[in-house]
């Protein structure tokens, strides 16, 4: 895409996410009922009508690219294994967020290129915060109805570091190891909005060691990197998108001045200098990773074979556990031991 399209597009873009913004005030500043999931968590009408002006909208834009959104139905979910681009959606980040009406909720849109995410919208209408990016492009913040300006992440090695953390989620692990990194100042904000305080250099660093889905961190990733930071897994590598199944995000710690080795600090050691041998693991977890997907996808293919070989299968689904767990212990490895 030429540059002159890129920023046409991601002002459309703009433009879609506001009118998703509107449908959810005007739910919000009413009396609404809740439902929830099947995981648990709640579901509002503002999820749902920000989920449908989304939809409508990307589709009408060009080049027509599919769409997946944290509300999307099934067919789509299991059919985004074979898109090369495609819009990822999370309609209303921060539902709890919304429901307990701190105005700590967003709009995330992402164009997904080639597995990384490229272009980014997060969209605060409570608090009538805008940040829009692009690879290619850079950052912008716009507030109420000021110009939007561009944003760059914080190269100054604040002190204390500013941590934002999540307001809903319970996270030991970083209440643990934060501890450990000398002056801080830990400030727990809802949906994408750490992320982009990150993005214009509010804050310094953002450790998450808890659950969290592509939906939630893609848009704010695309910003965050279009402003001059960084959004990486436990093993130093950049997060990406539609590469497996599931959607459930590695650890990860996102950050801004990429001069600061943030990373070191978060492996496990005795509080002594932290030396290559531990990464020593990191091909063998990338050999396990790459093994996984493609018992995952062996898995499917037999589902969907007619002449279902249940003995294969069987043993597939084994293998597939038996790796898991090889993953998950070198990748505790590199997790700070909360129940030290």
């Known amino acids: ?60 834009l060009k080049p027509h690219l599919p769409v997946l959104s944290e509300e999307s139905p099934e067919k789509e979910v299991r059919d985004r294994r074979n898109w090369k681009s495609y819009w990822l ?20 849109i992402a164009l997904v290129e080639g597995n990384r995410a490229t272009l980014g919208v997060v969209l605060a209408p409570a608090l009538q915060i805008e940040y ?15 110009d939007k300006i561009k944003i760059n992440t914080s190269l100054v090695q604040n002190q ?17 190891h934060i ?6 100042q830990l400030k727990k904000i809802g ?36 402003a001059g930071g960084s959004m990486i897994d436990l093993f130093g590598q950049p997060l990406r998108y539609n590469t497996k199944n599931d959607f459930l995000n590695p650890n990860f710690i996102a950050f801004g001045n990429p001069n600061l080795n943030w990373l070191q ?31 995952d996808q062996a898995i499917s293919r037999i589902k969907n074979d007619p002449d279902l070989d249940q003995i294969m299968l069987k043993r597939l689904k084994k293998r597939k556990l038996l790796v898991k767990g090889m993953i998950a212990r070198l990748e505790s490895d590199l997790i700070p031991d909360i129940n030290a």
């Open 1 to 60: 895409m030429t540059f002159r399209f890129k920023n046409n597009l991601l002002e459309e873009v703009i433009e879609i996410a506001r009118t998703a913004s509107k449908s959810i005030m005007e739910i919000y500043e009413k009396d609404f009922a809740i439902e929830l999931k099947n995981d648990g968590s709640p579901l509002t009408k503002a999820d749902q009508s920000s989920h449908h002006i989304i939809q409508e909208g990307l589709t009408n």
């Open 89 to 108: 959606v999370d309609p209303l980040d921060g539902t709890k967020e919304f429901v307990k009406r701190n105005g700590e909720f967003t709009v995330n």
């Open 132 to 146: 829009s990016g692009s690879i290619e492009l850079g950052a912008w913040r716009r507030y109420k109805n000021q």
């Open 160 to 176: 204390p570091i500013r941590i934002v953390g999540s307001r809903s989620h319970t996270d030991a692990a970083l209440d643990k």
């Open 179 to 184: 501890k450990t990194l000398g002056d801080y």
């Open 191 to 226: 949906s994408s909005i750490k992320t982009c305080y990150i993005a214009d250099g509010q804050a310094d660093l953002y450790p998450r060691f808890g659950p969290t889905s592509e939906w939630d961190t893609a848009a704010a990733q695309a910003i965050l990197e279009s």
């Open 265 to 295: 600090s978060f492996v496990k050691n005795s509080g002594k200098k932290v030396e290559t041998e531990a990464f020593k693991n990191v091909e063998k977890l990338k050999a396990l990773r790459v093994a996984y997907q493609d018992l």
